[in-house]
């Protein structure tokens, strides 16, 4: 009989270890997808960045005396560059959001601006951009939601503390960013 008794501790002490590395390697497929996701918004951030100078160029054609607006685009812009986490990333693209809205909203003025071939397509690739960005941002979100889910349910959270999985931090505009910035000319 004590051999028996024996048996069933190894036995148990083996399905803890097995369900720790199951575990341990859940958390770290979540954690890739939120890297690959955070990746994918990033792109989409910078894309829109790399466009803006273009779209900036073509208005300044138009509505030179515009200085400031040009400016806060600039600035904002470099801002979204310099920015290292997800949060510093959402306050940073919601500034450049504002910012972009408030270079489109001079174009209402220039009717000619609104005919030139250059601005319409970059202006059409910019509204495939914030599109894209929206795609991007939900889907690490949803990632995000699942690690941290992941790593507060039991038994996991034993397996998530002992190896030091921290919560990821969701990609939430800042407030009165909400304003996606409207390309509809």
């Known amino acids: 009989m004590p051999k028996i008794g024996g048996i069933v501790v190894i036995v148990l002490i083996l399905l803890l270890i097995l369900t720790g ?10 954690d890739e997808k939120a890297k690959s996701n955070w990746s994918q918004v990033d792109n989409q ?8 100078p273009n779209l900036v160029e073509t208005v300044k054609g138009y ?10 685009v600039s600035d904002a812009r470099s801002k979204l560059a310099g920015a290292r ?12 959001s504002s910012a972009l809205s408030r270079l489109l909203a ?17 202006s059409d690739e910019l509204t495939g951009t914030e599109n894209r960005i929206a795609v991007a ?7 995000v939601q699942a690690y941290n889910s992941a790593i507060r ?14 919560p990821k931090e969701y990609f939430q505009k800042e407030a009165g960013a909400a304003r996606v910035p409207r390309v509809n000319f």
Request: net charge neutral; glycine share 6%; aromatic share 10%.
């Open 153 to 166: 349910r039991f038994p996991t959270v034993i397996v998530a503390r002992m190896i030091g999985f921290e």
């Open 45 to 52: 951030l910078q894309r829109r960045a790399d466009l803006i």
């Open 21 to 30: 590395f199951g575990n341990y390697n859940s958390l770290v497929n979540l």
């Open 106 to 122: 001079i174009v209402e003025n220039y009717p000619q601006l609104k005919a030139d071939v250059n601005f319409r397509q970059l």
């Open 85 to 96: 986490t997800v949060g510093e990333r959402a306050a940073a693209e919601g500034e450049l």
């Open 63 to 72: 509505a030179a005396h515009e200085k400031e607006v040009f400016k806060q």
């Open 137 to 143: 941002r939900m889907d690490y979100n949803q990632v």
